[in-house]
Structure formats: C-alpha cells, structure tokens
C-alpha cells in the first residue's frame, strides 16, 4: 500500500472555492499536495499553492482532515489530508487562475457545485457545505471495513 500525506487548502473568494483539475482526470482537489519529510504542514501548503498557482497565500486557521483510501492501477493507495483555509488578496473570480504547472488547471466553484466537479476525496463536499466561522473541526473518511478487511473504492468513486 502507497501512502500520502497531504495538505490541501480552502480558498474562497467571493463565495466561490478555488478548484484544482489535473488534465484527463474526472475528478477536481483542493491546492496542495505532498508534506515533505521534515516540513510543516502550513509550510507545505503555502509552497505548493505557490507552486501551481505563482500566487502568495497565507494559512488562517486549521478546518479539519480527510482520510482517503483506493485503487489505482492494481495498487492500493491511502492518503491523510490535513485542509486548512487560506488567505490570499492575488486571486479574483472574474480572472482565471493561471497555472505553474502544465498539468493542472483551476475552477472556481460554487459551494452547490462541488458534487458536479467531482471533489476528492469527496468528504470534503460536506466539509465544505457545512463549514462556517464557528466549526470546530471536521474529519471524514472514505475508509469502509466488509468482513474484517478494508474495501478500497477506485479513485473518483465512493465506496
């Protein structure tokens, strides 16, 4: 079993959240990615909104963590993904966030609209929804044990 540990970051501007597509995917995340050995998890997620966006970003405060199990390509795959909300003042809804990285492009979205963009891990979608200034902290999990033994959704798919 692989396993990841990610950070992801919750941007909202002007009541929409900023979406990441990777291209041929079915699927949109949240910016971030992987916490290097060594790294703080705040560190992480400012580097790597840095690194696919170009823009500056700040963490506000902790939102909550995400566990995510599947199967890719014959190998199972489980990742923590610790969300936190960001600040940043470089980012407008009415301009298209240009991406760093070739593979990648944004999407703001709708709070409503996260189900049609298919956010993953799709715990997130309630996170989100439910999410508000006096939230305590959130985790979800797509983890589901049958008979004793872990079941493992494909990537994109619920359990």
Not at 18 to 24: A, E, F, P, T
Not at 40 to 60: F, W
Request: glycine share 10%.
């Amino acid at each position: 079993m692989k396993f990841h540990y990610l950070v992801r970051g919750v941007l909202f501007v002007d009541g929409k959240v900023l979406l990441v597509h990777q291209k041929g995917a079915n699927n949109t995340f949240l910016p971030g990615g992987h916490i290097r050995k060594g790294e703080k998890a705040e560190a992480a997620l400012i580097r790597e909104v840095e690194e696919e966006t170009g823009q500056k970003a700040a963490v506000k405060k902790f939102i909550g963590a995400v566990e995510h199990v599947w199967t890719e390509h014959d190998q199972a795959n489980h990742e923590i993904n610790l969300v936190f909300e960001l600040a940043a003042t470089g980012f407008n809804t009415n301009t298209p966030v240009k991406s760093q990285e070739d593979h990648l492009e944004f999407i703001w979205s709708g709070p409503g609209d996260l189900k049609m963009h298919n956010l993953q891990p799709y715990p997130l979608i309630e996170c989100l929804r439910t999410w508000g200034s006096d939230y305590s902290g959130y985790w979800g999990t797509t983890l589901t044990v049958k008979d004793g033994e872990a079941m493992h959704p494909q990537r994109g798919q619920r359990p």
